[in-house]
């Protein structure tokens, strides 16, 4: 089973409603993957968005794998293959 704070992020409404929206969803997908990267021993500071490609990486696990501890992620990144 999975927290489904971390794995269900519906989109059903615009923007501008109060749950469900797209920028809901991507602000949460952000934090998933800031929380993979700090996991696996980088700094990804709470103001810079980090997405992760899921060919580049599916956990933390993988994160680490890539060899990310120790790298601060100061700007907007994303991660891909």
């Given at each position: 089973?999975?927290?489904?704070?971390?794995?269900?992020?519906?989109?059903?409404?615009?923007?501008?409603?109060?749950?469900?929206?797209?920028?809901?969803?991507?602000?949460?997908?952000?934090?998933?993957?800031?929380?993979?990267?700090?996991?696996?021993?980088?700094?990804?500071?709470n103001d810079v968005p980090v997405?992760?490609?899921?060919?580049?990486?599916?956990?933390?696990?993988?994160c680490r794998r890539r060899g990310?501890?120790?790298?601060?992620?100061?700007?907007?990144?994303?991660?891909?293959?």
């Amino acid at each position: 089973e999975v927290d489904p704070a971390e794995a269900f992020a519906p989109v059903k409404n615009a923007n501008d409603a109060e749950t469900d929206t797209p920028r809901i969803a991507q602000a949460m997908m952000v934090a998933l993957h800031r929380r993979w990267l700090r996991e696996a021993g980088a700094e990804a500071p709470n103001d810079v968005p980090v997405e992760i490609s899921p060919l580049w990486a599916l956990d933390a696990e993988d994160c680490r794998r890539r060899g990310v501890a120790g790298t601060k992620f100061d700007e907007p990144t994303y991660l891909h293959e």
